[in-house]
């Protein structure tokens, strides 16, 4: 079984890289009975959508100018 700190490191290298069918079945464990790590994931996607938002609206902005 999985302990928080391992379980957030996974969720973290979820983000680069896809998890093997054995770290998925374990964090999904671990998830199942964490309300912490639960959240934590939510917090993660919400970070992420909000981080590609702003990244698609800087995109379509154009070039900004640095400040002087």
Known sequence: MLNCHEATR???????????????????LHT???SGCRN???QMALLRHISRAYSQQRDD????????
């Open 61 to 68: 902005a154009g070039p900004v100018d640095p400040p002087r």
């Open 32 to 34: 199942g009975m964490c």
């Open 40 to 42: 934590f994931r939510q």
């Open 10 to 28: 996974l969720m973290s290298a979820g983000q680069e890289r896809p998890l093997r069918w054995r770290e998925r079945l374990a964090l999904n």
